[in-house]
């Protein structure tokens, strides 16, 4: 399926899906109910596309995000789109959110105050996704979603379960870019054993899709 600067709902979901949809992404464009409205570019509500099994969420849009409306599209963004390309998972096959859809200013972490505004989108962009796998890259997603205190060194590369969707933890690629060792048990390193696994994972749930 094309990707697009926004979903692309051809084949991927019913017209009342995709009514849903629409609604969904003009209240999150016109959203002003955190302080993040005042200082943004841009509201970044995600893209790739609907009709998949995988999705992956971010903490936040950063500076050229921002600038562009588009979710990782930076530096970290470009490391991410070669991690799952070295896997053998194409960024056209999955969509790519955030927890907050507006820039923190400096690229700070959001604040559970501003995640609380966003949060209700972000349940109502998966919901309408019903995606088999969902991906949180760093510590913020993975709280978020999993509602945990643990930290992502401890969590990364292990399967739980949200709302009947398998959900794996993994290393933020922005974190990778200041950790850029592939030694053997480096951040890179371990990253790539979560790509591989979850490559397994989805390729176990196309092969039931087939059958």
Request: one cysteine or more; charged letters at 25%.
């Amino acid at each position: 399926m094309q990707m697009t600067n926004d979903a692309t709902h051809d084949g991927g979901m019913s017209e009342e899906r995709a009514s849903a949809w629409a609604k969904l992404k003009a209240r999150v464009e016109a959203c002003e109910r955190c302080e993040l409205a005042q200082t943004r570019t841009k509201v970044v509500f995600g893209q790739g596309t609907v009709d998949t099994p995988l999705v992956f969420v971010g903490e936040g849009p950063g500076a050229d995000e921002d600038a562009e409306g588009l979710a990782f599209v930076g530096r970290a963004g470009q490391l991410l789109t070669q991690i799952l390309s070295a896997g053998g998972i194409s960024r056209e096959d999955v969509f790519i959110t955030n927890v907050v859809k507006c820039r923190p200013p400096n690229n700070r972490t959001p604040s559970p105050e501003e995640m609380m505004q966003c949060g209700d989108f972000l349940e109502a962009q998966l919901l309408l996704l019903r995606p088999k796998i969902l991906v949180c890259l760093g510590n913020t997603p993975m709280k978020w979603i999993l509602k945990t205190t643990e930290g992502i060194t401890a969590l990364r590369g292990r399967w739980f379960g949200w709302r009947g969707i398998e959900v794996m933890p993994m290393f933020h690629p922005s974190y990778l870019l200041r950790n850029d060792s592939r030694k053997k048990g480096s951040p890179k390193d371990l990253t790539w054993q979560d790509v591989q696994a979850l490559k397994e994972r989805l390729d176990r749930y196309g092969k039931e899709k087939k059958e």
